[in-house]
């Protein structure tokens, strides 16, 4: 059964920085492509940033410079390193992994940014 755990939220002051921890299982992790995605109250679920299996990453606009997406194989783990946090950043962030046509989504982790 595939489970994917989220980890590395928090409250943190604007300016400051938090890494986003997902682990797998469950699930052959090295072929797959995996994806953050956040939510913020009253809003829809947006991208945030994307990893494949090669390595190849892209980044939601509003994040570019600021995050990063990485992913370590031999732990089955992918990283989302965020810097530079601002308020509009506080939302639930969720880690989906892809072995098309199916997807898999982590239960969450809150990161709250203050002004």
């Known amino acids: 059964q595939v489970r994917l755990v989220e980890s590395g939220g928090g409250l943190v002051q604007a300016g400051g920085s938090l890494r986003l921890s997902c682990a797998a299982s469950?699930?052959?992790?090295?072929?797959?492509?995996m994806d953050w995605y956040r939510q913020a109250p009253g809003k829809q679920r947006e991208l945030v940033a994307a990893?494949?299996?090669?390595?190849?990453?892209n980044y939601a606009e509003s994040v570019k410079g600021r995050f990063t997406i990485s992913r370590d194989n031999a732990k089955n783990t992918v990283y989302l390193q965020m810097n530079s946090l601002k308020p509009e950043d506080t939302a639930v962030y969720y880690c989906?992994?892809?072995?098309?046509?199916?997807?898999?989504w982590g239960q969450g982790t809150q990161v709250t940014v203050s002004s």
């Open positions: 989906k992994v892809t072995t098309s046509p199916v997807s898999y």
């Open positions: 990893i494949t299996n090669g390595d190849s990453t």
């Open positions: 469950g699930i052959a992790f090295s072929i797959t492509a």
